[in-house]
């Protein structure tokens, strides 16, 4: 509590703000999976994660000095669908079980900063690490199990925009991109939100996130998107 209480002084004598934004997360899926006897894919949109009670969770943090700051923004989801005959009769069902981890680190630039908007450069890395399960049922061949797993690093570049909107409302979009190793390696997302400013520390806000990562995962091409509403709360000292 002593740490918590002095905080909003020490920031305040060293020149650096801090704010921490835990949200919830539900997003729907799409995922791929390129096997020898085709791509099973599946289609979990968010109404079914709902329905399932599959929640994500994320979070991010911030730390500013002047035009300069330092973000860190991590998220986890586990999810998993089923769908029949994703072969053709060659299996009777198949199902991917999905659980994703990635934490994306920037250092920002904050390039114009007028009245009402404040516009940052980012760059920085996104480590992701990915399990994805295969089931198949027998259908014509016998059944199946496949499982893949990685983490990697990739490099990002990005841009966050803030606006003011009224006295009290702002939006804000942050939109990256990496990868860069070709065809079989790349990530992006885009995060829009509105939000409410409580007070001079509090705000909450709501919007929508997408995520997509591919990568050759033990020499099988696996595609994952993400995308979904969220809610969440800002504190800052």
């Not at 450069?121 to 014509?140: I, N, Q």
């Not at 893949?148 to 925009?161: L, N, Q």
């Amino acid at each position: 509590m002593g740490v918590l209480l002095a905080a909003p002084a020490a920031a305040q004598d060293s020149g650096w703000s801090f704010a921490v934004s835990p949200y919830l997360w539900a997003p729907g899926i799409e995922s791929a999976v390129e096997t020898q006897w085709g791509t099973v894919g599946v289609d979990m949109s968010t109404s079914d994660v709902l329905s399932d009670l599959d929640l994500a969770f994320m979070g991010a943090f911030e730390a500013r000095n002047g035009r300069w700051g330092l973000i860190a923004d991590l998220f986890y989801a586990e999810l998993s669908q089923s769908r029949a005959n994703p072969l053709g009769p060659l299996f009777t069902r198949g199902r991917i079980e999905t659980s994703a981890k990635a934490l994306s680190g920037y250092a920002g630039y904050r390039v114009s900063e007028k009245e009402r908007l404040a516009v940052d450069a980012l760059v920085g890395f996104r480590v992701t690490d990915l399990e994805l399960d295969l089931s198949l049922s027998p259908g014509v061949l016998p059944g199946q199990r496949l499982g893949v797993s990685g983490t990697w690093v990739d490099p990002v570049i990005g841009v966050r925009a803030r606006v003011a909107i009224g006295e009290n409302w702002f939006a804000t979009t942050l939109a990256d991109l990496g990868g860069f190793g070709g065809d079989s390696d790349q990530t992006w997302q885009v995060l829009a939100i509105v939000g409410y400013q409580l007070d001079a520390r509090w705000s909450v806000q709501g919007g929508w996130r997408w995520f997509s990562a591919e990568h050759e995962l033990e020499g099988l091409d696996v595609e994952t998107d993400f995308s979904g509403p969220l809610l969440g709360l800002t504190a800052r000292f």
